[in-house]
């Protein structure tokens, strides 16, 4: 999504967060009243519902959202948004999706504000997605906070099922699931680009490393993947990975703050892929 589209909906938001509740509410969207979420907002099109409940979810139920037809060819944007207090500084909003974009122009975008009543935004995160992803898969929306001397007292949250071509509406029926969402404490995994060329797990850097380190990793096809830490004694130590994950190349941080220094061996499974590589923690 474009910076100024961001930007443009999470000023959208603050006029809606006098509706707040003690946690993200319905997180797996199971409630629904009038054919709406509760306690979330969707932004009907008349008696058009871009948002609507379904059972294809990964529990209970999901919320469907669908570009629709509003007749003459029109499509409209589902918008499903919610806002409420958090107490400290959650790193990370994570839950699960599904995405059937009709076009390469369609995606799905996640916008995450924290906001402070004393000093406005103060953190932001979001995740992006314009591939097809046809199981319930882990996203992951890192929220970045513009300064460590500011605390968030209510977030938002805004799913949009968008297009991108700059031209009339696209891609009506395109449609993504949401489910299961929840905060998380900030993760190192990133998606760094769409387009891997094979499954791959390449040696982390810096190695030797002291206590931080990158691991980059590519999935050529939609795929479950596990990337586990062990020990030279083949005990586990750390399970990074372990999720359905949409073509792409990964880079995920690894931290041994309370491991004892020596060489430690990351192994890699995805479908019938599997390679282990060594690192070395110098303390």
């Known amino acids: 999504m474009k910076l100024f589209t961001i930007l443009f909906f999470l000023a959208l938001t603050i006029l809606f967060q006098g509706n707040a509740f003690s946690?993200?509410?319905?997180?797996?969207?199971?409630?629904?009243?009038?054919?709406?979420?509760?306690?979330?907002?969707?932004?009907?099109?008349?008696?058009?519902?871009?948002?609507?409940?379904?059972?294809?979810?990964?529990?209970?139920?999901?919320?469907?959202?669908?570009?629709?037809?509003?007749?003459?060819g029109s499509g409209y944007f589902p918008y499903l948004y919610a806002?409420?207090?958090?107490?400290?500084?959650?790193?990370?909003?994570?839950?699960?999706?599904?995405?059937?974009?009709?076009?390469?122009?369609?995606?799905?975008?996640?916008?995450?504000?924290?906001?402070s009543s004393a000093n406005g935004l103060v953190g932001v995160g979001g995740f992006t997605n314009f591939n097809s992803v046809s199981t319930f898969t882990q996203f992951v929306a890192a929220i970045e906070y513009f300064?460590?001397?500011?605390?968030?007292?209510?977030?938002?949250?805004?799913?949009?099922?968008?297009?991108t071509s700059g031209a009339e509406i696209v891609g009506i029926g395109s449609y993504a699931l949401i489910d299961d969402l929840s905060f998380g404490e900030a993760t190192g995994i990133q998606l760094v680009n769409h387009t891997p060329s094979s499954f791959n797990l390449q040696q982390n850097y810096p190695n030797p490393f002291n206590p931080s380190t990158k691991i980059n990793f590519g999935i050529m096809e939609e795929s479950y993947v596990e990337l586990i830490i062990y020990d030279l004694l083949g005990r586990e130590i750390k399970k990074l990975v372990s999720d359905n994950y949409p073509v792409g190349n990964y880079s995920v941080d690894f931290s041994a703050d309370n491991l004892s220094g020596g060489v430690y061996i990351a192994k890699m499974n995805a479908g019938k892929y599997s390679k282990a590589i060594k690192m070395t923690l110098l303390k």
């Open 23 to 72: 946690q993200i509410p319905n997180a797996g969207f199971e409630n629904w009243t009038n054919e709406d979420p509760d306690n979330w907002l969707t932004l009907d099109f008349f008696t058009f519902n871009a948002v609507t409940q379904s059972a294809d979810a990964r529990s209970g139920s999901s919320a469907r959202m669908e570009i629709i037809d509003v007749g003459g």
């Open 147 to 163: 300064s460590e001397e500011f605390s968030p007292d209510t977030a938002t949250i805004t799913f949009l099922v968008t297009d």
């Open 83 to 115: 806002a409420f207090p958090v107490s400290g500084k959650p790193g990370s909003l994570t839950g699960y999706y599904k995405f059937f974009p009709q076009t390469d122009k369609n995606g799905l975008d996640i916008v995450v504000g924290m906001y």
